[in-house]
């Protein structure tokens, strides 16, 4: 699989440097995001932009990227550019479990007003 990481104090950004996100190269971004999430990655943006066709194993790794920060961080899906990956997303219904942001650069904005609204609430306790 390729991608590249760009690890930040407050997220990670996995760009995924792959065409076909299917049953070949899903495994390996699964056992990867396991790795992130164990590490303690706060967040995480899953960048789609060179991904041009997703399979039901690559709707289950973003899946698992979702469950995996689910409760403790953000997971933001970014950078779906292809019709083909849009359209499945679409028709699966995830659009409306997950957070879906045009580009990298909003997502990082997403975060860091979840992570903000967090801190808020968590003093406010």
């Given at each position: 699989m390729k991608y590249t990481i760009?690890?930040?104090?407050?997220f990670a950004v996995l760009n995924l440097q792959?065409?076909?996100?299917?049953?070949?190269?899903?495994?390996?971004l699964k056992s990867e995001l396991v790795i992130l999430s164990n590490e303690g990655i706060p967040n995480l943006i899953l960048d789609l932009s060179h991904v041009k066709y997703v399979d039901s194993s690559g709707l289950s790794a973003i899946l698992t990227a979702n469950r995996l920060w689910?409760?403790?961080?953000?997971?933001?899906?970014?950078g779906?550019?292809?019709?083909p990956v849009r359209k499945l997303i679409e028709i699966s219904r995830l659009?409306?479990?997950?957070?879906?942001?045009?580009?990298?650069?909003?997502?990082?904005?997403?975060?860091?007003m979840e992570d903000l609204?967090?801190?808020?609430?968590?003093e406010g306790e």
């Open positions: 760009d690890k930040k104090e407050r792959e065409e076909n996100l299917n049953s070949v190269v899903a495994p390996s689910k409760g403790s961080g953000s997971f933001v899906l970014t779906i550019k292809h019709d659009d409306s479990v997950l957070t879906i942001l045009p580009t990298a650069e909003e997502s990082k904005d997403f975060i860091f609204e967090r801190t808020i609430k968590a």
